[in-house]
């Protein structure tokens, strides 16, 4: 069976340290991972892909497949990437998502 | 991005009844929605895969009886808790999978509470 696990259900850091959002996973077959981001009062939304390798608003992952993690890093954290984080496995041909239970971001002054 | 819409946004029901949630893409076609439940302070719950023009497939555990889905255009997907109860309240959240230049990425709709008195 897939599973998602964050560790930390909440995360403070202060603006300007960096910041790291740890995501593990168990799976039998090929990872297909997703950080998804959700801002206060806002719809769940699609942060990165592992199979993108990009950086978006300063944020990479990068798919460990020896320690099954994709954690989550940016070097400079600002303010507004306060919101909650949810690590995602795709899996199957439709791709469903199993998602992990998220982390709460707060990026202090 | 493709959006995808939710309606109600809240809705409040007497136990007993039925509830009808509407997922909607709204400027794509989606012939693949999934539905989400999701408990206060924890995580997503995928409950099923809908599929356009056929049955939809329930995850282990949820009761396809007691959360009917039915996708019948490639615009809309709905979602009735039937007989509703106290538990039944959550917070139910539906994706669409895009297509053209956004194919393979999810849409999330804002999501609908629904609470059961």
């Known amino acids: 069976a897939q599973r998602v696990t964050q560790p930390e259900k909440l995360l403070s850091v202060f603006k300007g340290a960096p910041v790291e959002l740890k995501c593990n996973y168990s799976y039998s077959g090929s990872p297909e991972l997703f950080w998804y981001v959700q801002y206060s009062r806002q719809r769940l939304q699609l942060l990165l892909r592992h199979i993108s390798r990009e950086s978006i608003k300063g944020f990479t992952a990068d798919l460990n497949k020896g320690e099954t993690s994709f954690h989550l890093k940016k070097p400079f954290a600002q303010e507004e990437d306060s919101a909650m984080y949810y690590c995602a496995l795709g899996r199957g041909s439709a791709r469903q998502l199993t998602f992990g239970s998220g982390t709460q971001l707060t990026v202090l002054p | 991005g493709a959006v995808v819409s939710q309606h109600p946004s809240r809705v409040i029901c007497k136990s007993g009844t039925s509830v009808k949630i509407e997922c909607r893409s709204l400027d794509f076609q989606a012939t693949t929605m999934f539905w989400y439940r999701q408990f206060p302070k924890k995580s997503l719950m995928l409950m099923a895969t809908s599929n356009e023009g056929s049955k939809a497939t329930y995850e282990q555990g949820v009761e396809k009886d007691k959360f009917l889905i039915n996708h019948a255009s490639l615009t809309l997907s709905t979602l009735t808790v039937t007989s509703a109860h106290p538990e039944d309240s959550s917070f139910y959240i539906c994706?669409?999978?895009?297509?053209?230049?956004?194919?393979?990425?999810?849409?999330f709709g804002e999501g609908s509470r629904l609470t059961v008195l």
């Open positions: 994706s669409a999978r895009g297509a053209g230049e956004n194919t393979g990425e999810l849409f």
